[in-house]
């Protein structure tokens, strides 16, 4: 709850974080390309290392967050697929979640998350392990009253050199919130710019209105929901096309490809729409074709693709281009008796 009296007051309400967030990465993170999982290892496992004994009064509420956590993102999931599942063996973890928790003033307050790495496509790199740190205790709350119009920001005051005393450990709320952003990152997403949503860099923020403290809690909105989709289709296809490239490279494979329109070409001649719009919209040229001849509007009609031979007619395809047996995509469609695409050709205006 947010309740503005003026736009000077909202400003600074809303400039008086807590205790900012640090995602501590190495390879994988950005300064290169960004990482996704292949789609054979969802669901990832992640095995959950026991809480410290210091913590021992908190346990269950612990791995319960991060549970929580981990259902989150499941019931969002990537084509209809849970993205996480527990195990109980550490050594076939993909996500290793661990704690710290000893006094350590230079880090409290921050969480820390790794990943390691592989090679990919051009855009993204293929994750190989990731282990987040979860840090159970941080700096005690302290909340110096400063008055503007009649009201109150609570303001964290970092003080240097203090001593353990004013450490205290995490609610459960708080490590709920944290957990399901950490797994967020171990699923390749990067920080959102809205300051309600799951992936905000900076944790809740606190003030006091009318002396009543509220607090921002970050939720997974459905900007972080659609993300993640659109996020593992742009990654699987850019896996896909290194795939298509480095098959098109070795002497004997089944691809008709071997130039730059291939890729386009095969994905087509699967019918693959979502794809295949992705390309176009990346500048690959519609009429572009394969060693043999084969443009995608041929090899949509050629293996009955109908729904992509009308996206690629919209798209502006040249009806009547042949490979180099001089065939078009109309002949290679009455010659396998394929209605649907015969009927879209003619109306398109296509010629024998």
């Given at each position: 709850m947010k309740i503005c009296p003026g736009l000077l007051v909202c400003f600074l309400l809303l400039a008086a974080p807590a205790l900012a967030q640090s995602d501590n990465q190495a390879s994988g993170d950005s300064a290169g390309p960004r990482?996704?999982?292949?789609?054979?290892?969802?669901?990832?496992?992640?095995?959950?290392?026991?809480?410290?004994?210091?913590?021992?009064?908190?346990?269950?509420?612990?791995?319960?967050?991060v549970q929580d956590g981990i259902k989150a993102w499941n019931d969002v999931g990537i084509g209809g697929k849970p993205v996480f599942e527990q195990t109980n063996e550490r050594r076939e973890a993909d996500v290793l979640v661990s704690w710290q928790l000893p006094p350590n003033p230079s880090a409290a307050g921050f969480e820390q998350k790794?990943?390691?790495?592989?090679?990919?496509?051009?855009?993204?790199?293929?994750?190989?392990?990731?282990?987040?740190?979860?840090?159970?205790?941080?700096?005690?709350?302290?909340?110096i009253p400063t008055g503007l119009l009649g009201y109150f920001v609570p303001v964290p005051v970092p003080i240097p050199n203090i001593n353990t005393e004013n450490l205290e450990q995490r609610g459960t709320d708080e490590l709920r919130v944290i957990?399901?952003?950490?797994?967020?990152?171990?699923?390749?997403?990067?920080?959102?710019?809205?300051?309600?949503?799951?992936?905000?860099?900076?944790?809740?923020?606190?003030?006091?209105?009318?002396?009543?403290?509220?607090?921002?809690?970050?939720?997974?909105?459905?900007?972080?929901?659609?993300?993640?989709?659109?996020?593992?289709?742009?990654?699987?296809?850019?896996?896909?096309?290194?795939?298509?490239?480095?098959?098109?490279?070795?002497?004997?494979?089944?691809?008709?490809?071997?130039?730059?329109?291939?890729?386009?070409?095969?994905?087509?001649?699967?019918?693959?729409?979502?794809?295949?719009?992705?390309?176009?919209?990346?500048?690959?040229?519609?009429?572009?074709?394969?060693?043999?001849?084969?443009?995608?509007?041929?090899?949509?009609?050629?293996?009955?693709?109908?729904?992509?031979?009308?996206?690629?007619?919209?798209?502006?395809?040249?009806?009547?281009?042949?490979d180099n047996n001089g065939y078009t995509a109309l002949r290679y469609a009455r010659a396998a008796n394929y209605k649907q695409v015969i009927d879209l050709l003619i109306h398109a205006g296509a010629r024998y």
């Amino acid at each position: 709850m947010k309740i503005c009296p003026g736009l000077l007051v909202c400003f600074l309400l809303l400039a008086a974080p807590a205790l900012a967030q640090s995602d501590n990465q190495a390879s994988g993170d950005s300064a290169g390309p960004r990482c996704a999982w292949k789609e054979h290892a969802l669901p990832l496992k992640v095995f959950i290392e026991a809480v410290p004994q210091e913590a021992a009064a908190h346990r269950q509420d612990y791995l319960q967050a991060v549970q929580d956590g981990i259902k989150a993102w499941n019931d969002v999931g990537i084509g209809g697929k849970p993205v996480f599942e527990q195990t109980n063996e550490r050594r076939e973890a993909d996500v290793l979640v661990s704690w710290q928790l000893p006094p350590n003033p230079s880090a409290a307050g921050f969480e820390q998350k790794h990943i390691f790495t592989t090679g990919g496509g051009a855009s993204y790199s293929v994750c190989a392990k990731s282990r987040v740190t979860l840090i159970i205790e941080h700096w005690a709350r302290h909340q110096i009253p400063t008055g503007l119009l009649g009201y109150f920001v609570p303001v964290p005051v970092p003080i240097p050199n203090i001593n353990t005393e004013n450490l205290e450990q995490r609610g459960t709320d708080e490590l709920r919130v944290i957990a399901t952003h950490e797994l967020g990152h171990s699923l390749g997403l990067d920080h959102s710019d809205d300051s309600g949503d799951i992936m905000y860099p900076v944790e809740g923020q606190k003030f006091i209105y009318y002396g009543i403290e509220f607090t921002n809690v970050q939720v997974l909105t459905e900007k972080s929901k659609k993300n993640l989709g659109r996020y593992y289709e742009d990654a699987w296809l850019d896996f896909r096309l290194a795939r298509l490239a480095a098959e098109s490279r070795r002497p004997g494979q089944s691809v008709r490809s071997g130039n730059s329109a291939s890729a386009l070409v095969e994905l087509a001649g699967k019918g693959e729409n979502a794809a295949v719009e992705r390309l176009l919209a990346a500048g690959q040229d519609i009429n572009g074709h394969d060693d043999s001849g084969w443009t995608a509007l041929i090899a949509a009609a050629a293996e009955d693709h109908p729904q992509t031979v009308a996206l690629l007619i919209e798209k502006g395809a040249q009806l009547d281009a042949r490979d180099n047996n001089g065939y078009t995509a109309l002949r290679y469609a009455r010659a396998a008796n394929y209605k649907q695409v015969i009927d879209l050709l003619i109306h398109a205006g296509a010629r024998y």
